[in-house]
């Protein structure tokens, strides 16, 4: 929140007047500003010395300060990771201090400031190592393509999007995920779920056929669409497209088949065929959440089911997981006949985005930047990945091991009837993660498998050798 | 479209390749990139010396293929215009080449190509000089925010917006506007008609008194979020807002008090009064659209209607007039007991943006720079509006001219029954414009006025006085 620590109390409007002397006045403003949301949870405040500085305070005011809002539990200070912003309970309705509400983190709980159980690392499934956003490079492409953009681009633009982006994605999806596209089929949206509602909607009312696992917000966005959801199991093979045949009504299928949330496995390709195949004799849709297709470790990325048949398969990518949520990028490629659809539901004005940070993409994959950036996070998630494999191996060799050839996370499997100990015991190492239970659709008749979730890439590097220490105590003993 | 006109060909992509010769592929790849969007409507294409240069041809062979796509109506040369893509008839559904759907723009109709009365100037209401977006500026605060943004902003925001942008709106806010803004009560939105759909929402089914003057895209907004919209009438005065005690079960009004729109007055003192009388005793609220608000001329803006009340009037702002519409950044600040249920909507997750712009804002805000941007625009616009109204006084006195102390705009009075021959004239003339009536609620008891509503922000400066020419020829002779 702060610009920079230099400016950090400036910047916060910190006004430290009123009754009970300069002490009294930053504990009020601190923790005001902690009450605002201006200083959101997990922020690392500056060292007493240099908000000292700062403010032109002793340092022992500002160290009394900080000593007073930790013991109410507006502030943690542990050792090595400096004084931070607690993570607080709602009493006021929740806005201040609340987690986002969208996307996978959506789903994560508060947890109450100052019990010992507080989690320090962030090991649920949905989140990319935004701290590794490429801020140089991505400045440039800005500068390059504000620069270059006609004045038009500056105006009210088409929904489909920017025709720079549609063309460069064009261009990346078909040699990239083996996609079919064609820029005037591509329509531009602000996020996965911006773009499941308006093709939802422009499907019409009827059913769609979702991963008994998944996410829960993305059946909650059908839901508000008018879709009613029916659970297709999923095993070893990925989601068990052979039994859309046999369901009345269905108009689409929402799947992931390059690696399945959160379970990992890649669609076995009959499955794929059969998905295609019921879309073509149904006269149905296949929706192909392509989340996190890049991030494939061990062979080639699985192409995007699209290019078996790009008359029913919608694919969808996102710049959520490979470059950074903030953007709110995200692009459908669609089939024909959708386009005229969605883009009528689209440009109604209330569903627009921004077109600049779309021009700067477009620069960002044109100019070879995206293809860089990929490389870098690929190394660095995958060095992650081996890292967790080779401690379970070590030291739990009895917990098995899934949905590792791809993606930010791993699946653990668990003992029954164990998962949501273990998720606790991880909670007291100060780990936050989740079951695979908590992924399950409630209205899907497949039993529940005991199992963790366990995404790798947000720690710092600095500290995941302790995040895997901290893994391995909270692991049952092999029996 | 083209980064640069040194590499158009390759990041067009053209392909030459194909039967009749590098002519005949060039016309062919350049009619593709028109039909297909990647160049948009009205773009400037390179010489035909620097495009063959580029393509290593015959400059003859490049002008012959411009030659040839002009005769086509693909393409349009007028002098000192250069060779540009046409605004094109829309055969396949109109998506490739309709203008943008949203904002005022989405109301314009398409015009052929190649013919006589093919409008050369856009005169329409509702759009800023988009050409004068500060791109250097914007980009130095980029590049700042950027820089010193925590890794958290680069995830999932909250649905509220960047704490930083909110903060540093209330602060202007409150000097610029008389807001009485505080960064908890603001929420970031992609454009007033998202702002105005998730609020409607929050209010519940109802009526909505509007104004009988205004964008019909407004009043669709309501209907969509399930509000029946009442019109109340508009005069000298502005909305007359006496009546709202009269009318049933209205849960609030839309108004546009600084600078009605179209008509271009301000709300009269009494009526503000009794708006916000209307809405505390009825436990209704005023939304006040304060869409152009910073731009007046003659005397200090008239502060936003908010700051009478801030807990029965939502205040409206929006980037689109004041900085460029491709931003899609607006923003309300609401009623304290709004606040949690636009953000409940609003964290569904089909409705969020890109974070990144806001933070750009927020620096370009704090640091002055927008400051410098509205004086400089004020005095552009100014200078125009000076420009008009004298060349009225000049040459056609006994046209009245009135709206013009603010904005963008002005309402040029007409005889009555003359509006649409004049629309048309104008159009023969080269110029694009509206008549009132295209503004009027056609459920309005209201008689019609006939005028024309002249936007005068967007012509080039070199081509304002050809403008002027234009539109004066285009007026009815004095009776």
Redesign the interface.
Known sequence: ?P??WATFGRDL?LDLSGPGGRRAGLIRALRDAVR???L?P??RLPSSRSLAADLGLARNTVADAYAELVAEGWLTARQGSGTRVAWRPLPD?G??S?R????P??RRTPVRAGRPDRPRFDLTAG?AD??A?P?TA??AA???????A???????????GR??LR?ALA?YLARARGVRA???RIVLC??F??GL?LLSRALGPGRIAVESYGLD?HR??LT?AGLDTVPLPVDAHGADTRQLAGLDDVRAALLTPAHQFPTGVPLHPDRRAAAVNWARSAGGYVLDDDYDGEFRYDRQPVGALQGLDPDHVVHFGTASKNL??????AWMVLPDRL??PV?ELK???????????QLTLA?FL?SGAYDRHLRGMRLRYRRRRDQLVAALAERAPHVRVSGIAAGLHAVLELPPGTEQAVVEAARWQGLALEGLSRFRDPTAPQPTRDALVVAYGTPPDHSFTGVLDALLRALPPAL
Chains 1, 2 share one sequence.
Do not use: C, K
């Not at 950074?324 to 990028?329: G, M």
């Not at 440009?347 to 940070?357: C, F, I, N, V, Y």
């Open positions: 929140m610009s920079s409007h605002s949301g201006r959101a997990d922020t309705g806005r201040a609340t986002p509400r969208t996307g983190a959506a989140t935004v701290s956003f801020r991505w400045l800005a500068r390059r393509a504000l620069t270059a006609p004045s038009e681009a500056f105006g009210y633009n088409t929904p489909a025709p720079e063309t261009d064609d820029p005037e602000a996020g779920p911006q509602s917000f909650a966005v508000r950074a949520p903030a953007l709110r990028i386009v005229d883009l440009g109604t004005g209330e569903w627009q985005s921004g077109a600049l940070d620069d044109a």
